[in-house]
């Protein structure tokens, strides 16, 4: 089942997550065997109704387990917040996506 997580190219204060993105490419390759990453652009709003656009990396990959992905996908985006200024990391299993905070 195909498993995904978005990561914005650029923290919130401006820094370069390029590092953060190689590191999250290398774990998803280290759990499944590979990934694929493109650019996109995501939107969100904030509690004042203001519409903001990030560029962001989509990673992809494959996985076989969807209990398991979940539970390493969800430990994965928790170590990325710990480690930028994002508030949230968007991840999906098997198109079950969920918003890790």
């Known amino acids: 089942m195909k498993v995904e997580l978005i990561i914005p190219t650029h923290d919130n204060d401006g820094s370069d997550n390029a590092v953060i993105i190689e590191s999250a490419v290398a774990d998803l390759c280290k759990l499944y065997g590979g990934a694929t990453v493109y650019a996109a652009s995501g939107f969100w709003v904030n509690d004042a109704g203001r ?51």
């Open 51 to 101: 519409l903001f656009e990030d560029q962001v990396k989509v990673l992809v990959s494959a996985a076989t387990d969807k209990d398991a992905a979940k539970a390493e996908l969800r430990n994965l985006a928790k170590d990325i917040l710990e480690i930028t200024d994002q508030e949230a990391v968007f991840v999906s299993v098997g198109g079950e996506a969920e918003i890790i905070e």
